[in-house]
């Protein structure tokens, strides 16, 4: 990256920045800078994104037909590694360990995370994970799903699964140190006059994902540990053949995997938070309502788990307690989405990329919300558990939501991670294309949910064909749109324009330093005065 | 393309029902959808509209708000309070599934990579097939082999998982005769996508046919006897005095006083465990580790067999649980045979 800006014709005008300040692998492999270690992270984990996206393509190809194109044993292992790779090795550290890791020590005001060492012992974690991940791809995949249940994971399945599940222990590992990281630079590196209440809300919702990386992911970490004993060594924790129970399995799971969950979408409804208020010249409407809805999030995502498991045989009372836990889990979601909306209201709004995002993410998680009551309500649960409805349901949350919110974040902030500005036409192009694409995979799954359809099928009675037709060309579309942007964002690193401080006269501490920042982000430490999406009209604030 | 077109013609949108489970959850799965669409609805409007008359070329300029009390408090309250509806709805189908009526017929389901077998009263065996009479309860006593299944008829919105290691029960009534899907709906290995079979629908007269052509073994209880002796359990389960080991002569669904001072009933599980790990709860007066564990020894389909046996012991006990003061009838375990699928309930 550094090298391409060398051979820019502007070299003379360029600054020093964090880009171009050192040079060669080393200065990259070893350095403590959040801003480099977030380049490091973005390139891992689109790659990352890619190789899963790549097996969603190829399970999309075997759905075309009923009798499904490709073996059963190829099918399950695609899914799996899909599912596994999606989740840990993209999702957990999409926005945390990318944007947030890039932007919050400048937004409180900071030279760097208050463990800039141990920000980089997370990404080299996280690379230790994603190779043993890959491992077990190369090996011959895992088979399991990524809930990895037992006894199936234990006793039974014959793929890699150690490798997959140490995998993901080490991964887990790297996010939690980013949580802690984060937390800690919250609370004892905010530059002065930067109080809690000027804080901007991409810095509240990560710093209450940080408090979910932190308290829950250890649990991950034992219960995989469990697994791996049971199967390495035959202890009887999960499997009843040997004196385990099952049901301790999908507890201990879910207990991490649900409050996971909102480590995959907080940071989410951070970036669309800085994007709805950018775009609308306005200042957030309710912000202490959606900063505090995202620690209500935190606190209520660890007492929900429980309603993955309505139909495994736990008692009617534990059913009754989780029901209505996960409706007010909902309440501060709905919160989130009211307020984005009415702060366009009396706004000066404007359609540029990364708003098109927002609208993309308030539409579509607004979806996959509203359908998740569907599945927090004890009796239509029973009726859609286990079948396409969930796998409709939590990919509008977590690819309708959290992408889009990556994607959104990503064309908010290239021009503060890279200095170039992007094809806006091309860019407008592909965030239609991905909706477009989004809603014709996922929809009609929906449907094939309510029908019956149970989920992790390598073949299927014929009348579901129709539908799973439509969902395979929408994925294919899903997937041009997200090639587009990966093209022009290379593409702009050389030849994109320069964009300046500031290019959307945005509000916040970042806006306010050179693009791409240097090393220390600030020459001098910042004093705050004002709250946080301060918008005046926006002359004042470009000029 | 004429192919295509057919089969966009022949698209299915909503499943049959065929069970009166069905409908009440239809009506609240178009209960929480219509909702969900008014708040989509609301939502959508109220970014479109916001975003057209405040676009920046009519609206140059924000008016700064800084938010309202009130409204936050609606948006929260009001959305809740429905969803309590939802909540409260939604219990009552729950609790209405976990209790089958006591005139339920009872078929037992074992779970197996990757097929479903089915034993009926009468000791009829089907294998990914499940005959059921139309307008009769119908209660599932579900086991695993190995690892978690789930047995689900779309068609009666019925669903619950199959975890080794425990019984698991559903119920439904069907209410249309018809031929409908049965499938596995939690991941189990390779040929999960194979594990399924029909759920067949009869008017009760061509069910009493169908029933009426199979069993050839023996009913249920018949070969849970035949089992009893062959593994040499009546050496000490004596029938009608004390022996080693406790009577199983009117046990089933009555207490039991363990040594530990705990009571238990004697269900189906705790038949079960019993069975597998006799040491797990010991009778009062009894020693451990007289009975050798049959865990491994014996399938599930086996210990089915051996508790309808010990069932038929106890002769007209409902479902449900009956007074302990019952003195124990002494009768010819063969009195079971004579039940066909249509009074099984009797057993």
């Known amino acids: 990256m550094a090298t391409l800006a060398q051979r820019s014709p502007e070299v003379e005008a360029e600054e020093v920045n964090y880009l171009n300040v050192e040079h060669g692998w080393k200065s990259w492999l070893l350095t403590t800078d959040h801003k480099r270690i977030a380049v490091l992270y973005i390139i891992s984990i689109t790659l990352m994104f890619f190789v899963g996206g790549l097996m969603a393509v190829l399970f999309r190809i075997n759905l075309l037909v009923p009798e499904g194109l490709f073996s059963a044993e190829t099918y399950n292992r695609l899914f799996s590694m899909h599912g596994i790779i999606m989740v840990f090795f993209f999702l957990v550290p999409s926005i945390p360990a990318t944007l947030a890791n890039f932007l919050i020590p400048i937004m409180v005001g900071a030279k760097d995370l208050a463990f800039p060492r141990i920000n980089l012992l997370s990404w080299y974690l996280y690379i230790a994970g994603a190779l043993l991940a890959i491992y077990a791809v190369v090996r011959g995949g895992v088979d399991t799903g990524w809930t990895f249940y037992a006894p199936f994971s234990t006793t039974y399945s014959n793929s890699y699964v150690l490798a997959a599940a140490f995998g993901v222990f080490t991964a887990g590992f790297s996010s939690i140190l980013t949580g802690l990281n984060f937390i800690v630079t919250v609370h004892k590196m905010r530059a002065p006059g930067m109080t809690w209440s000027r804080l901007p809300l991409f810095v509240w919702s990560n710093y209450a994902t940080g408090l979910i990386q932190v308290l829950g992911t250890p649990v991950l970490a034992i219960t995989l540990l469990l697994l791996a004993f049971e199967r390495i060594a035959h202890v009887g924790i999960f499997d009843p053949n040997i004196g385990g129970d099952p049901i301790l399995f999908q507890h201990l799971f879910w207990f991490y995997s649900h409050p996971a969950v909102y480590i995959m979408i907080l940071p989410g409804m951070g970036v669309i938070s800085e994007i709805v208020s950018c775009f609308s010249r306005k200042r957030i409407f309710g912000y202490n309502f959606v900063a505090f809805s995202s620690m209500a999030i935190a606190v209520l995502s660890f007492v929900v788990w429980g309603h993955h498991m309505f139909i495994t045989g736990e008692s009617m009372y534990t059913g009754l307690a989780f029901s209505i836990l996960s409706f007010m889990v909902a309440v501060p979601s709905a919160i989130k989405v009211f307020n984005w909306t009415a702060t366009m209201y009396k706004g000066s709004v404007s359609f540029d990329t990364p708003m098109l995002y927002a609208f993309g993410f308030i539409g579509l998680f607004t979806i996959g919300g509203l359908t998740g009551l569907h599945l927090a309500t004890l009796g239509t649960d029973i009726a859609t558990h286990g079948t396409y409805f969930v796998v409709a349901h939590f990919h509008y949350v977590m690819v309708g939501g959290m992408v889009m919110a990556f994607m959104g974040g990503m064309h908010f902030w290239w021009p503060k991670i890279t200095g170039r500005m992007y094809p806006e036409a091309w860019s407008k192009f592909a965030a239609l294309i991905v909706f477009i694409g989004f809603n014709l995979t996922f929809f009609p799954q929906f449907i094939l949910g309510y029908l019956g359809m149970p989920r992790r099928y390598h073949a299927y009675p014929p009348e579901f064909q129709a539908l799973n037709v439509l969902s395979s060309a929408g994925a294919s579309i899903l997937g041009i749109g997200y090639v587009i942007p990966m093209v022009y964002f290379i593409w702009s690193l050389k030849n994109g324009p320069r964009a300046g401080k500031n290019p959307w006269g945005a509000a916040g501490l970042e806006w306010q330093i050179q693009s791409p920042p240097t090393t220390f982000n600030f020459d001098e430490t910042p004093v705050v005065t004002e709250e946080a999406y301060n918008y005046g009209p926006l002359e004042e604030i470009v000029g | ?347």
């Open chain 2, 1 to 347: 393309m004429l192919a295509s077109m057919r089969i966009l013609a022949d698209l299915p949108l909503f499943p049959v029902a065929a069970s009166e489970q069905a409908g009440s959850i239809d009506a609240l799965y178009w209960f929480i959808t219509a909702i969900s669409i008014l708040m989509t609805v609301i939502i959508f409007l109220g970014l479109g509209i916001f975003a057209w008359k405040y676009h920046n070329k009519r609206h140059p300029h924000a008016t700064q708000i800084e938010g309202s009390t009130k409204l936050e408090l609606t948006w929260s309250i009001l959305p809740f309070l429905i969803m309590l509806i939802m909540f409260g709805w939604g219990a009552d189908l729950y609790y209405k599934a976990q209790t089958p009526p006591k005139d339920a017929m009872e078929i037992f389901v074992t779970g197996k990579q990757w097929m479903w077998k089915i034993q009926y009263p009468d000791g009829t065996r089907e294998i990914n097939a499940l005959h059921v009479p139309v307008g009769q309860p119908v209660k599932l006593t579900m086991a695993s082999e190995d690892v978690i299944h789930s047995f689900s008829i779309p068609a009666f919105r019925v669903r619950h998982d199959v975890m080794p290691g425990h019984y698991n029960t559903l119920w439904f009534t069907a209410t249309k005769p018809g031929h409908y899907h049965l499938f596995c709906t939690e991941y189990c290995g390779d040929q999960h996508a194979g594990m399924i079979g029909w759920v067949d629908v009869l008017e009760p007269r061509e069910y009493a046919n169908w029933a009426s052509g199979g069993a050839s073994q023996g009913s249920l209880a018949e070969q849970g006897q035949k089992l009893f002796e062959q593994n040499g359990c009546a050496t000490c389960h004596l029938l009608d005095q004390q022996g080693r080991c406790p009577i199983l002569r009117g046990l089933y669904n009555k207490p039991v006083q363990l040594a530990d001072g705990r009571t238990v009933i004697a269900d189906d599980a705790y038949i079960r465990e019993s069975i597998l790990d006799p040491n797990a709860k010991i009778v009062a007066g009894f020693q451990p580790n007289v009975m050798p564990n049959f865990k491994g020894q014996i399938s599930e389909e086996n210990v089915i067999q051996l508790i309808a046996y010990i069932k038929s012991l106890s002769p007209s006990t409902p479902a449900s649980q009956q007074g302990s003061q019952q003195p124990p009838v002494v009768i010819a375990p063969k009195a079971g045979a004579a039940a066909k699928p249509g009074g099984a309930a009797q057993h």
